[in-house]
C-alpha cells in the first residue's frame, strides 16, 4: 500500500548536478529515516545519503561533500542534491524509508521506490 516515487534521473555531464526527489505516493513517513542507495549493473546496492525526521544526516564515503540530503517540512518529500559528479556515479539511485539501526544498512528499511536512472559522461 505504501508507496515511494523517485523523479530527476537523467544524463549529465561530468562535473555537473541533479536533483533527485522522492514522494510519499500513499502517505507521509513522519518519524521514518528516508534514505538513498544506488546500485551499478553487477555490483552490490550501495549506501548514499539518510535523513532523519529531526535532520540529522548521513553521507556514504563516497559522496560526502558532494551530495546532500534534505526532507519537506511536511515530510511527504526527501531530495538528494548531487553536485561535482562524476562518471563512477552512474547507477540506479533508489529511495528508502523506514526505522533502521543502522541508517546504513538496506536490510533495515521497509520500503523502497522502483528508482530513477543517474548516467554521468565525460
Known amino acids: 500500500q505504501v508507496q515511494l516515487v523517485e523523479s530527476g534521473g537523467g544524463l549529465v555531464q561530468a562535473g555537473g548536478s541533479l536533483r533527485l526527489s522522492c514522494t510519499a505516493s500513499?502517505?507521509?513517513?513522519?518519524?521514518?529515516?528516508m534514505a538513498w542507495f544506488r546500485q551499478a549493473p553487477g555490483l552490490e546496492r550501495e549506501f548514499v545519503a539518510a535523513?532523519?525526521?529531526?535532520?540529522?544526516?548521513y553521507y556514504g564515503n563516497a559522496v560526502k561533500g558532494r551530495f546532500t540530503i534534505s526532507r519537506d517540512g511536511a515530510e511527504n518529500t526527501v531530495y538528494l542534491q548531487m553536485n561535482s559528479l562524476k562518471l563512477e556515479d552512474t547507477a540506479l539511485y533508489y529511495c528508502?524509508?523506514?526505522?533502521?539501526?543502522?541508517?546504513?544498512?538496506?536490510?533495515?528499511?521497509?520500503?523502497w521506490g522502483q528508482g530513477t536512472q543517474v548516467t554521468v559522461s565525460s
Open positions: 535523513v532523519r525526521s529531526r535532520g540529522n544526516t
Open positions: 500513499v502517505r507521509t513517513f513522519s518519524g521514518y529515516i
Open positions: 528508502a524509508a523506514g526505522l533502521p539501526i543502522s541508517p546504513y544498512d538496506s536490510r533495515s528499511y521497509n520500503y
